[in-house]
């Protein structure tokens, strides 16, 4: 692979998907921390509670999800750019 397209490769995952991680990392937070108010508020009233519940966990889900395409996508550069480096 040319060091061009190594390039486009690394400044695609660098200024398009990394941003696009963190703003979907950064929403998974907000549902988590959205989800603690939820249960708080909602602490006399079971069914309350239980949305508050699943919004914490959704969030959890959505925190390791983003986590594991951040690990997978570098893995998946760092092939190319030991591709594209000749090694």
């Known amino acids: 692979m040319s060091a061009e397209a190594v390039k486009l490769i690394n400044n695609i995952k660098t200024f398009i998907i990394n941003p696009i991680i963190g703003?979907?990392?950064a929403v998974a937070v907000v549902m988590f921390l959205y989800g603690i108010v939820e249960y708080i508020y909602g602490a006399d009233n079971e069914d309350k509670r239980e949305v508050g519940k699943n919004h914490m966990i959704y969030g959890i889900i959505g925190m390791f999800v983003m986590i594991g395409v951040y690990g997978i996508l570098n893995l998946i550069s760092?092939?190319?750019y030991e591709i594209g480096s000749g090694y």
Do not use: K, L, N, R
């Open 23 to 25: 703003f979907m990392f």
């Open 78 to 80: 760092g092939f190319w």
